[in-house]
């Protein structure tokens, strides 16, 4: 969520300190600077860095994200984690608004699934009902799409 003009100027020391990307030393206002993008908002999302650990897109991925795209959705990749357990997380593929307006979660997988890459979506499923969860498989060169039952 970006952060409004007004919560920028009012952020504390520790979280300045702990965001160091948001407060650039030339770019906080002063009495004599006016802020150079006054009525904007500020992103609280970092460019990744090189070597972050951010992940890039598959081919698989990129191929779906084009099929997401021409269904008029707007996706986000790896934007969400879940946690399942103490020490457990799932960061399904993509997820956006589906044609039923539904908070909908895409795993993208290709024509061969070990069965351990389904447990963390299937456990997500029955975990959060309020959402669909649904697996985008590549095979034989046409997606099958199947939701994932929910208990």
């Known amino acids: 969520m970006p952060l409004t003009r007004d919560q920028f100027a009012q952020a504390s020391a ?16 002063g009495p004599d600077k ?3 993008d006054a009525g904007k908002a500020i992103s609280s999302h970092p460019k990744p860095r090189q070597g972050s650990g951010q992940r890039k897109l598959n081919k698989t991925e990129q191929r779906w994200l084009g099929v997401l795209e021409e269904r008029g959705i707007v996706a986000r990749y790896e934007a969400i984690r879940f946690r399942l357990a103490p020490k457990t997380t799932y960061t399904p593929d993509f997820y956006g608004l589906s ?3 539904r908070l ?5 997988k290709g024509p061969f699934i070990r069965d351990r890459a389904m447990q963390k979506p299937k456990i997500a499923a029955a975990m959060f009902p309020e959402f669909d969860f649904v697996l985008a498989q590549w095979i034989g060169g046409e997606w099958k799409e199947t939701m994932l039952p929910k208990a």
């Open 99 to 101: 044609h039923n307006d």
């Open 34 to 36: 006016p802020p150079e």
């Open 14 to 29: 520790s979280f300045r300190a702990r965001n160091p990307h948001l407060f650039p030393a030339d770019a906080v206002p």
């Open 104 to 108: 909908t979660f895409w795993e993208v």
